[in-house]
């Protein structure tokens, strides 16, 4: 059975209790929770919430799943639920944060089309950089939320889809076409099952539908069957669990659904062309000087 993964969660960082508001909004400043981080966040998750975050000042290491992002502001990071993320930034950064509840992908389409993107970033030279517009809605969220957050839902729903827009405005994949239901259903029952030795007629018989209506709705959505959705998300947990835990690679293997060492070793190459000890040791020696490394497995989650 698959262990409880150990990497931090939080409703916003540092706060360990859940909410029922469906309608939950939080706006703050980085840097206004400086005693609890002082500017090091280590790698952590939101499984309530999604969140935009503009970096105004200063310089840093972001890191996203198993990306390393050198920064100088200004940076825009969009970052999906439950995706794991944290930094490291200089004396003097700071960022305006945005985080919206989760539900908010269920009423609006642009919110439930990004919901399933992976992080967006923008921080040039190699992405577009922010633009002033992005950094004004920002603030403007920032100055509602400081002055009146009991009434601040509707506003920064408003803005954070402008701010979205905006964003999406400036990257080539602009036009995300609409997710089906199906689609949607799809990614739901993966995100349930990839740990289990589900098969391709046990998504179908889920869903009610044929394995060729499966793969047709996948290639049509995420440009992939569903098979290899599978193995990327396998893969994906993979190194979540190599690079922020210090669990021996064995336990690994059998959390993400392989409990033979020598499979997994094997699935592990085959897709990242590394073996997962290799994996794991280029990590640590990115990661040495940024105060994001593998966190211990009694870490509170």
């Known amino acids: 059975m698959p262990q409880k993964p150990d990497i931090p969660s939080f409703l916003t960082y540092g706060i360990n209790t859940k909410t029922d508001d469906i309608g939950f909004v939080h706006v703050e400043n980085v840097m206004d929770r400086k005693s609890l981080h002082n500017g090091h966040v280590p790698a952590h998750r939101h499984e309530q919430i999604f969140q935009l975050c503009f970096w105004t000042d200063g310089s840093g290491t972001y890191v996203i799943e198993d990306r390393l992002i050198e920064f100088q502001a200004p940076m825009f990071v969009f970052i999906p639920a439950r995706v794991v993320h944290g930094f490291s930034v200089s004396s003097g950064s700071d960022a305006i944060v945005f985080s919206l509840a989760s539900s908010y992908t269920d009423t609006d389409p642009l919110f439930k089309s990004i919901a399933a993107r992976t992080p967006l970033v923008l921080a040039g030279?190699?992405?577009?950089?922010?633009?002033?517009?992005?950094?004004t809605l920002m603030q403007a969220g920032y100055e509602r939320y400081r002055t009146a957050p009991e009434t601040s839902q509707s506003v920064i729903r408003g803005l954070a889809i402008a701010i979205l827009g905006e964003a999406l405005s400036l990257t080539r994949s602009a036009r995300i076409p609409d997710e089906s239901a199906a689609a949607v259903r799809i990614r739901s029952l993966i995100e349930e099952h990839f740990r289990y030795a589900w098969s391709i007629t046990d998504y179908a018989r889920a869903l009610g539908q044929t394995p060729y209506q499966i793969n047709t709705t996948t290639q049509a959505a995420f440009g992939q069957n569903l098979k290899r959705l599978i193995i990327e998300r396998r893969l994906l947990e993979s190194k979540r669990l190599l690079a922020f835990?210090?669990?021996?690679?064995?336990?690994?293997?059998a959390e993400v659904g392989i409990p033979d060492p020598a499979y997994f070793s094997r699935f592990f190459h085959t897709f990242s062309g590394l073996s997962p000890r290799e994996w794991r040791r280029k990590w640590a020696e990115n990661t040495k000087d940024s105060l994001l490394t593998a966190i211990p497995d009694n870490t509170p989650a």
């Open 125 to 135: 030279p190699e992405q577009p950089k922010p633009t002033p517009l992005m950094l």
């Open 245 to 253: 835990t210090i669990r021996p690679i064995e336990a690994i293997a």
